[in-house]
C-alpha cells in the first residue's frame, strides 16, 4: 500500500470509529440519528474533509458550517463532539496527524460554536435566539 493510500484508510477508519464513538454517546447519537441517513455517503464525504483539510486533497469542495446549521441540537454536543473526535483521532491516526486534526476540530468547534449559539442568555447559556426583552 502506498503512503496516499495508508493515510486515506486512517482518515476513512478515524471517520467511522468518530462514529462509532457518537453514537454510543447520549448527546451526539440523536443528532446523527436525526441528520444521517446514507451512512456509506456520510462517511465518503466526512473522509473527504478530513483528506482535505488534513493533506490538500482537493476530494472537498462544501463548506461545512452550512451544513450543520439546520441540526438540532444544544451547546453541549460542541463537548461531546470533541472529546469522541479525539479518542478516534488518538486511536486510528499517526501521532502528527492527530496533532493536526485536532487542531482543526478545537478551531472548527470554537467557530462553529460562535455561529451557531451566538447570543447568551441571563443565566449564562448560549443561545441561536438572543435573550426576550
Known amino acids: 500500500m502506498s503512503d496516499t493510500s495508508d493515510r486515506e484508510d486512517r482518515i476513512y477508519r478515524m471517520v467511522q470509529r468518530f462514529y462509532e464513538l457518537g453514537n454510543e454517546d447520549p448527546v451526539l447519537a440523536p443528532v446523527f440519528a436525526a ?9 465518503r464525504i466526512v473522509a473527504d474533509f478530513w483528506s482535505h483539510a488534513l493533506y ?17 441540537f444544544g451547546p453541549e454536543a460542541f463537548d461531546a463532539w ?25 478551531h472548527m468547534t470554537e467557530s462553529f460554536r460562535v455561529g451557531l449559539f451566538p447570543f447568551t442568555l441571563a443565566d449564562g447559556t448560549p443561545s441561536r435566539m438572543p435573550p426576550k426583552t
Open 35 to 43: 441528520a444521517i441517513t446514507d451512512w456509506p455517503g456520510h462517511f
Open 56 to 72: 490538500g486533497s482537493g476530494r472537498y469542495r462544501g463548506h461545512p458550517f452550512p451544513v450543520h446549521m439546520h441540526l438540532d
Open 82 to 106: 470533541l472529546k469522541a473526535f479525539t479518542q478516534a483521532v488518538a486511536e486510528i491516526l499517526t501521532p502528527l496527524e492527530a496533532q493536526n486534526a485536532l487542531g482543526r476540530a478545537r
